[in-house]
């Protein structure tokens, strides 16, 4: 019986299920970025959507948010990424208290702690995923590092 229901399921069914099938299925990968996510919430405001610099708060800090997509084009070519790391941790930096840039390492280890609240955790695990995600991020903006 239900060898014959198949049967009847018109050909032309099947080309217009299929490209149905495989949207549903590629769907999901695109949302899950998850750096492309929160750049664009926490970083865009100073940086720009597009990571040059021009976001819409940029003219009001003392230092221009430098162009995110030319890193590894002033670095011969190579992705610098414990420099960019780094500068997104924030922590080496802290004293200095002139910086323009956010410390992400503090804000996301608070994060941790209320997301967390009395689970056993590891905050360095936390704020390493995060920071990660986002230079993985900042590393497939980068333009061509040939002239
Ligand atoms: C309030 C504005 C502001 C926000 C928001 C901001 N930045 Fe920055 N960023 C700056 C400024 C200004 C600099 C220039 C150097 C400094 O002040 O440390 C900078 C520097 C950097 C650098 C160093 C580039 C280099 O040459 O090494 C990286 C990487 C960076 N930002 C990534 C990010 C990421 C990722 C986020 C979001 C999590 C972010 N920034 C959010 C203003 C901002």
Redesign the pocket.
């Known amino acids: 019986m239900s060898f014959l229901t198949v049967h009847r399921v018109p050909y032309w069914a099947l080309l217009v299920a299929l490209p149905l099938v495989a949207s549903a299925q590629s769907a999901p990968a695109r949302k899950l970025d998850f750096g492309q996510q929160?750049?664009q919430s926490?970083?865009a405001?100073?940086?720009g959507r597009d990571g040059k610099g021009n976001g819409p708060?940029a003219d009001l800090?003392r230092?221009?948010?430098?162009d995110?997509t030319q890193?590894s084009k002033q670095n011969g070519g190579i992705f610098p990424i414990s420099?960019?790391y780094d500068?997104?941790v924030g922590d080496s930096?802290q004293a200095h208290g002139s910086?323009?840039?956010?410390v992400?390492g503090q804000l996301y280890r608070l994060r941790a702690g209320e997301h967390y609240v009395d689970t056993y955790y590891d905050p360095e695990a936390y704020v390493r995923v995060r920071v990660l995600a986002?230079v993985e991020y900042?590393s497939r903006l980068q333009v061509s590092a040939k002239p």
């Open positions: 929160e750049f926490r970083c405001s100073c940086h708060i800090l230092q221009s948010p430098p995110l890193l420099r960019v500068s997104i930096v910086r323009d840039m956010p992400w986002l900042l």
